[in-house]
């Protein structure tokens, strides 16, 4: 049956196929996006479909700069992009009218936000490294904009929905090594390191935090 799926089916399926077999997937891929006219100026609304969350993930893992700017500017236009500053959400309605945000469309819309290229293909090739995770985080008082382990740091970024430099919040860090941590943060800042991890107490401030290890 595949020989009756219409080539726009790739913009899907391609998806799937990209980490095992990246150059044949690419090549669909391609063939979908000028089946749909994808990277050709146009003000048609999007149909709300998980395959333009998909296709802009995989128009980022091959650096399809064009197809990329494309898909970026009529999600915009389309999918009605929201920030919910009293839940801490951001989500994409789709215009569809619906009491919760489709789930499976927003997956893929999230995963297009997070992903650069060559991500999807590594992250299908082997298993995740093992590290320290963030957690409790005092959700949707504080969001994390970024929890990040670059060049041994971890490097975090806080959003509290509204700023309360007098309160403070506590996050964890489990799986850290018990050790001496350096740290730039906010002043007021504290640390407690246990054998089970790291527990960090900061003012409720949108403020940028790294922690580096130093010596035990």
Not at 1 to 10: I, L, N
Not at 94 to 116: I, V
Not at 193 to 203: I, L, Y
Request: charged content about 20%; overall charge negative.
């Amino acid at each position: 049956m595949h020989h009756r799926v219409p080539v726009s089916a790739a913009l899907t399926t391609a998806y799937y196929a990209a980490p095992q077999f990246p150059v044949d997937a690419e090549r669909l891929f391609r063939a979908g996006c000028a089946a749909v006219g994808v990277g050709e100026r146009t003000d048609t609304p999007l149909a709300p479909s998980r395959a333009y969350g998909s296709s802009l993930v995989l128009a980022r893992e091959w650096g399809l700069a064009n197809v990329e700017e494309w898909l970026v500017d009529a999600i915009e236009r389309s999918y009605q992009p929201t920030w919910n500053r009293g839940t801490g959400e951001f989500t994409w309605g789709l215009g569809l009218d619906e009491p919760h945000p489709r789930g499976q469309f927003n997956a893929f819309l999230a995963a297009a936000e997070a992903t650069d290229a060559g991500m999807w293909e590594r992250l299908s090739a082997a298993p995740l490294e093992p590290c320290p995770q963030v957690v409790d985080v005092d959700f949707p008082t504080v969001a994390l904009r970024k929890a990040e382990w670059s060049a041994g740091a971890l490097h975090l970024e806080l959003a509290p929905v509204q700023e309360e430099p007098r309160r403070h919040t506590e996050f964890r860090i489990v799986g850290a090594e018990p050790r001496q941590w350096d740290l730039t943060a906010p002043e007021g800042t504290t640390l407690d390191v246990t054998t089970t991890g790291v527990t960090v107490r900061m003012p409720i401030v949108d403020a940028r935090v790294i922690l580096t290890p130093g010596s035990y």
